[in-house]
């Protein structure tokens, strides 16, 4: 069906939800195609997704066959079991947290979180994960998740046109270094309207992990809790996923639970 003026108004696509919205009511669809370097060009460390591909992970003197894929919000890694020597293979067992377990094969997840730069060497074809240093006072002083990632730096050997997909992402994504403003928080800041010099976390996209290992992931409106957003405990496990207001639950939203016994 064609498109009506005022469409793309609030009321025509929905200021919250849209099926609040004209368009859902009437039956009408809307396609967008923009540019992702449009939409995302100011937020460092979100990069856009890179479908699975081909690579070896350094493991001890060894390299080992993975599959390497590459989230907005972490680094994924699958490695075949039987390559393992507990499964008959030549390469030792592989000891980070198992992200899933797929029976014959093993995902593992690296948080950008934990992570202070991301190095890409073209010649080698070399990725690199290096750790952020655990002697910072905000890192002594903050409970580690059982996720985290545990034998930094990881090293993986891509080949050379992946190589150069992955120095690209690195330089427009700026992974090269990170940047922090407030302590164990990664995302967009803006200066406080009161108190010249000092930031405080504001915008669609922000990321905190608390001194007791719990991490919230969602929006945020004057340095607190404000849209859509979830709270993890210090295994990963989902706590609350839903709607916040002003750093307090409110709206649509589930809680989880863990329940043992009858």
């Known amino acids: 069906r064609r498109v009506v003026p ?11 939800r849209y099926s609040d919205s004209r368009c859902f009511k009437e039956g009408r669809a809307l396609h967008y195609v923009i540019l992702s370097t449009e939409l995302k060009s100011s937020i460092t460390w979100r990069p856009d997704p890179l479908a699975a591909h081909p690579a070896d992970l350094l493991c001890g003197d060894c390299w080992r066959p993975c599959l390497l894929r590459l ?5 994924r890694y699958t490695l075949r079991k039987r ?8 390469c030792p067992e592989w000891k980070e947290p198992v992200f899933r377990d797929h029976c014959d094969v093993v995902e593992y997840n690296v948080p950008f979180f934990f992570l202070d730069r991301l190095a890409v060497d073209i010649d080698q074809g070399l990725i690199t994960l290096h750790e952020r240093d655990r002697s910072l006072p905000s890192m002594v002083a903050t409970a580690t998740p059982e996720y985290a990632p545990r034998c930094l730096p990881i090293v993986f050997r891509v080949d050379l046109q992946s190589a150069h997909i992955w120095d690209s992402i690195a330089k427009h994504y700026r992974m090269s270094r990170r940047p922090e403003h407030i302590v164990n928080y990664v995302g967009q800041v803006v200066e406080h309207p009161l ?16 001194d007791d290992g719990s991490r919230y992931v969602g929006m945020w409106e004057a340095h607190v809790y404000h849209g859509q957003g979830q709270l993890v405990d210090t295994t ?3 706590i609350y996923k839903g709607e916040w207001q002003w750093g307090m639950k409110h709206g649509e939203g589930t809680y989880f639970f863990q329940q043992e016994g009858a």
Do not use: K, M, Y
């Open 6 to 16: 005022g469409i793309f108004s609030n009321d025509g696509i929905g200021a919250r």
């Open 71 to 75: 989230q907005s919000r972490s680094l």
């Open 83 to 90: 390559d393992g020597v507990d499964c008959g293979g030549t």
């Open 195 to 210: 108190l010249p010099g000092i930031s405080c976390r504001q915008g669609p996209e922000g990321e905190q992990l608390w």
């Open 236 to 238: 990963g496990s989902l």
